[in-house]
């Protein structure tokens, strides 16, 4: 009898358990690690959902809201093609190696399609916001830095990630006061929205 109950319980557990697994194996691939980089706005399909008020609570407080977005952990987004820059930075007046993907490549990414009313707003965890036109994204080859220096840099320092460009380039920018070549660079960006101006 003991025997019997055994084998019952087995059994039923595995009907249950069937479907999951079933479901598991087509379930669209979740990320690896902590997603560090939301893309919403005009994008392609995503691979998330809707904003949740509930359970995304800096992107709500920041009045942030989507039917879907693109996600990018650690790995999905240093899988992209890197570039390498060596701006001068605002914070210690020296210069510093970047690297990451060029920022249009992670639009591209999303399936945006970058028309020339195309605006990249985007947003730092602490608030800080800067709006720049793909356009502008193309012509100063803004990337999306995941290393510093050949570390990947740290939240509660420039990163996880930083969207930046190299000002020393452009003398345009050079002419600008250290500071002030900066101001469309958020440090620590972690959401993207796309728009059409």
């Avoid at 690690?33 to 995304?56: C, E, F, H, Q």
């Avoid at 320092?157 to 003398?171: I, M, N, S, T």
């Amino acid at each position: 009898m003991n025997q019997r109950r055994q084998f019952l319980g087995a059994t039923a557990l595995a009907a249950v358990a069937a479907p999951s697994l079933s479901n598991a194996q087509h379930a669209p691939k979740v990320s690896r690690g902590p997603i560090l980089l939301t893309v919403s706005g005009l994008i392609g399909t995503g691979n998330r959902g809707p904003l949740d008020p509930a359970l995304d609570q800096m992107m709500a407080k920041q009045k942030i809201g989507f039917d879907r977005a693109q996600v990018f952990d650690f790995a999905a987004i240093t899988a992209l093609p890197a570039v390498t820059i060596k701006p001068t930075l605002e914070y210690d007046g020296k210069p510093h190696t970047l690297k990451g993907p060029l920022l249009l490549d992670v639009m591209k990414a999303c399936g945006v399609k970058v028309t020339g009313r195309t605006t990249l707003f985007l947003r730092a965890v602490d608030g800080y916001a800067a709006q720049v036109t793909a356009a502008e994204a193309g012509k100063y080859r803004f990337v999306v830095a995941t290393h510093l220096d050949g570390q990947p840099m740290a939240l509660g320092g420039l990163g996880p990630l930083w969207a930046v460009y190299d000002a020393d380039r452009f003398p345009e920018m050079m002419a600008k006061k250290l500071p002030e070549r900066f101001a469309w660079c958020p440090w620590a960006t972690y959401h993207i929205e796309v728009k059409e101006a």
